[in-house]
């Protein structure tokens, strides 16, 4: 009789042990599940998005310039299929912006024409992306084979050469 009474303890041992344990997995398991929800802020980083338009200045100025730079629209396709991580952020937009203010007022009218327009390449290839609701590096090409097929090209000129008459 006593043998049957130690047996009985120790299984009662047994299933507190294996609660215990459960308890802590399922306790972990929650834990894990909850740690992905605050994670979505590193892909931006991968994807080139700065957090300050300084530090994007800093890095990637150089290469703005070379595209502000590019008078035809087939080496401005070109260059964006090349960086279009670069040229494609809002950073960009910005910066292009603010140079064709700057040029606009330093009295470089040409160069101010040619930012201007690049600066319209990139919005309309942005606006793009957001009525296809897919990423601006998509739409590059179809933008580009629109304006060389179509009338769009007279279009956003217009709207360039538009803005670069406005006086102020």
């Known amino acids: 009789a006593a043998a049957s009474t130690e047996k009985k303890p120790a299984a009662t041992a047994k299933p507190a042990a294996t609660k215990a344990a459960s308890t802590t997995t399922t306790t972990t398991t929650v834990a894990k599940k909850a740690a992905p929800s605050v994670s979505p802020a590193p892909p ?5 998005v700065f957090e300050t338009y300084h ?3 800093e890095k990637y100025a150089d290469v703005v310039e070379r595209f502000m730079a590019i008078s035809d629209l ?5 260059f964006l299929l090349q960086n279009a ?9 910005n910066y292009l912006m603010l140079a064709t203010l700057e040029d606009e007022m330093n009295g470089h009218r040409e160069k101010m024409k040619r930012t201007a327009r690049q600066a319209q390449v990139v919005s309309n290839v942005a606006e793009l992306a957001k009525t296809m609701r897919t990423h601006p590096g998509n739409v590059i090409m179809p933008f580009f ?6 009338a769009a090209f007279g279009r956003v000129f217009d709207r360039c050469q538009g803005f670069s008459r406005k006086d102020y």
């Open 74 to 78: 087939e080496g401005s396709k070109k």
């Open 55 to 57: 530090e994007f200045t």
């Open 85 to 93: 991580n670069i040229i494609l952020q809002e950073n960009c937009s």
């Open 145 to 150: 084979s629109t304006i060389g097929a179509t």
């Open 44 to 48: 931006k980083v991968e994807l080139g």
